[in-house]
């Protein structure tokens, strides 16, 4: 008997990673694009790499060990030291279970802070940023080499399970009636069992924070828009700024109707004319001049390198304090020309700058709340 096994849809069909033949293949085809130059390689979905009858095939040990494997192909043929190659996993699951992907520093270079999404949105939907603060202060900073990826959205939706045990059912299923609230769909997963759970929220972040045309009537959309990327500029990693995000987009309604996929609501297509148009507005040309100011300002601190050390601060109900300071200890992510051995990484793109004094960021966040939710 021969068994076929499709993770996400039926025209989707899964690789048989047992086949040693496979593997050469899918190591042939990392080599093919890292010769013409590609350097941080997304594993997508990467949890579910390997399949075993029996098991729910999601993180088996030959799971992980196939990442390790990946990895060492990459190093055995670019040096890490001179031409560092960065395996970024991207498994949007509970958080335990997404940060196993950097092994022992030895798998994943750089791991997707899926959890960051869901509970700042919740912070600036409620003015309370409590779950979050605790998150931020349980997180373990990574191994040596490794570093976190802090996005706020992306061409999928909020994803709401890397918040399991940080948000209370209340507060998932009220996150759930403001997405609604605020124009969005919510997109389901099947329990074992019976049932259905959320599993994430279709809806741009610009929507989701009150900053697109039919936004909060305060007209505090915008600043919400920027306070929530300063947030996710300031903390330790490397940030991934959407760009649907830096252009404001607004909720795309007609591309959910033409495709029958909620996630389109967060992938519009712009034409150039269009686009123009949109970027005159004042709303828009807020949010770029504002997340622009941001970008420039964390390039020149060297306490945003991507391994400089945090501490979050508990200044009390409503406000969220992050400080951080550098420069950065030796050995993850050098700026260019600044080579160290065993460098996981040398883009100047991720690494703050050569100014050394303290970085510091307060929040609050209850004066910039979109409504009373639990």
Known sequence: MRHVWATFSEDQIDLNLANPRVFLELARVLLFYLAQGARLVRLDAVAYLYKRLGTPCIHL??????????????????????????????????????????????????????????????????????????????????????????????????????AEGWLTPAQLEALVAHTHRQ???????????GGEAPYELNITLVDALGAGPQGEADGFGPVRLAAAHALMLALQGIPAVYIHSL???????????????????????????????HLAGARA????TRLETLLRCRRKLAAFHPEAPQAVLDLGPGLLARESHGPAPAGCFPSRGQRSPGAAGSFERCAGGSERAPATLCLSLAGLALGALP
């Open 285 to 288: 040309q807020a949010s770029w």
């Open 247 to 277: 252009l404001g987009t607004p909720n795309d309604l007609a591309g959910v109707e033409r495709t029958g996929r909620t996630r389109s609501i967060n992938r519009r297509s712009w034409d150039r004319g269009a686009l123009e148009a």
């Open 183 to 193: 124009g969005g769909f919510v997109s389901m997963r099947a329990l074992e069992g």
């Open 61 to 162: 040990r030959e799971t992980h060990a196939l990442v390790k494997a990946l990895r060492l192909v990459s190093e055995l043929a670019f040096d890490p030291a001179e031409d560092p190659v960065l395996l970024v996993s991207e498994t949007n699951v509970p958080h335990e279970e997404n940060i196993a992907y950097f092994g022992e520093g030895d798998e994943a270079h750089v791991v997707y802070q899926f959890a960051l999404a869901p509970l700042t949105l919740h912070a600036f939907a409620t003015g309370d940023p409590t779950p979050l603060r605790r998150w931020l202060a349980a997180l373990s900073p990574p191994p040596t080499g490794c570093a976190f990826l802090n996005f706020l959205a992306s061409h999928d939706g909020i994803g709401v399970r890397p």
